[in-house]
Structures are given as structure tokens and as C-alpha cells.
């Protein structure tokens, strides 16, 4: 069983950046892709970026491509988002994800991902 644990999150004006990390303990080995998700109130929850770890393979939704970036530190079994050029969309509960298939990573589906960690908030203000 994998736990997963995110920090980082904050509040922040338009414009600036933050950096999500997500901790990975317990029988990693079944992960083989990690996300990150995001869920604003009243809104359904959408994957933000994954990366699979065998290669390194990343996607990204539209919203966030060249701003936020997806990475892994296999030693320390962390994955962080570095998120840039924040905006106010960019509010909400953040979540790392962990799952096993190649084609559900890429598509960021979150019914794929079996494991989660508890969520930290983001808040971008205008």
C-alpha cells in the first residue's frame, strides 16, 4: 500500500510561484505513474500533469502547458509540480495521485488512480 503526502501549498498573487512536493512511502514499486490533480469548489476534479515513471514520460492539461512542470526524485520517492506565472484559475485543492497504467497517466484520468494523498490548498489572488 502506497501513502501519499503533499506540502506547499500557499497563497500567492498573480504572477508568482509555488512548488508542490508529494512524498511517497510504503510499496512504491506499483506506482508507476504519478499525477496531479486539482479541484476547485463546485467543480469537478481535473488532472493538472502526470509523469510516468519508467522514462520520465510527462502530459500536462492545456491550461497549465509551460508553466507548471512535472518531476520526479526517485531516491527521495517525491514527485513535485513547479507551478509558474500563477493565476486566480489556478485556485484550489491540489492532489498527488498514484497509478499504474500507461495509457490512463497520459490521459490524466482520475478514476485511474487508485491512490491519493490528502490535497493542499492553493490560493491565487487577482
Known amino acids: 500500500q502506497v501513502q501519499l503526502v503533499e506540502s506547499g501549498g500557499g497563497s500567492v498573487q498573480a504572477g508568482g510561484s509555488l512548488r508542490l512536493s508529494c512524498a511517497a512511502s510504503?510499496?512504491?514499486?506499483?506506482?508507476?505513474?504519478m499525477g496531479w490533480f486539482r479541484q476547485a469548489p463546485g467543480q469537478e476534479r481535473e488532472g493538472v500533469a502526470s509523469?510516468?515513471?519508467?522514462?520520465?514520460?510527462?502530459s500536462y492539461a492545456d491550461a497549465v502547458k509551460g508553466r507548471f512542470t512535472i518531476s520526479q526524485d526517485n531516491v527521495q520517492n517525491t514527485v513535485y509540480l513547479e507551478m509558474n506565472s500563477l493565476k486566480p484559475e489556478d485556485t484550489g485543492m491540489y492532489y498527488c495521485?498514484?497509478?499504474?497504467?500507461?495509457?490512463?497517466?497520459?490521459?490524466?484520468?482520475?478514476?485511474?488512480?487508485?491512490?491519493w494523498g490528502q490535497g493542499t490548498q492553493v490560493t491565487v489572488s487577482s
Open positions: 509523469i510516468y515513471t519508467w522514462g520520465g514520460r510527462t
Open positions: 495521485a498514484a497509478g499504474r497504467t500507461f495509457a490512463s497517466c497520459l490521459a490524466r484520468s482520475p478514476g485511474a488512480f487508485g491512490t
Open positions: 510504503g510499496y512504491t514499486d506499483s506506482s508507476n505513474c
